[in-house]
């Protein structure tokens, strides 16, 4: 099995593909004032659906999805939204074409608006978004509400599911051979853990909230 791509509903525990859980939110959560928001990769099975309060702001959705996927190195990263560029500490100036991420969600990202989101601007995790329609929601200012289930990805030698990523090459692998099965490095020096994460096996990453190996927080 890989790239199911499948989640667990975090209210009722339907399991449904993401445009299935789309719409059992949309349906299920009723018209509101909150935002529902998809953010997925185009690379992979990794997805969350989150609801955005009125007060929400755009940032709050960059601290939610490093906190989810990425690292505590701190990469820069940034939104675009209809063209307009939007980042934590936008610089003055030159380039200012970029606006400050401390934007309410809801005034940039009506219904039905797409945006796409960059993490690492040298090693770029691409990201795509959109806002889905308006439902009801908590006090919080952004919660998840589903994302994708662990994917099993399978061993690159034997099939079995994996549980090591080669970082020099991305090939998976369960521990059954030393050496990388794809590239032939030894996996002592390249292995690094499966993870839930669109940020899996770049940069030598380990996890949500970790440093990767080799780099400063
Ligand atoms: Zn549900
Ligand atoms: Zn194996
Ligand atoms: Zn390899």
Redesign the pocket.
Known sequence: MMKSGNGTCARCGQTLSKGGMSRHLLATLGQGEHTLLSVSSPEGPWWILAVASPEALLSDLDKLLRETWFEAAGHQSDFTIKGVHFEDSPLSGWMASSRSADVEIESVLPTGTVLTYRYDFTNTTHLHGKALGLVNGGNDHLTILARNDDVAWP??????E?NAVCSACGAF?????DAC?ACGASLDQVAIPVINSPRMGIGGFRGPGEVPSGEEA
């Open positions: 061993c690159r030698a034997c099939d079995n994996a692998s369960c521990g059954c051979t099965p």
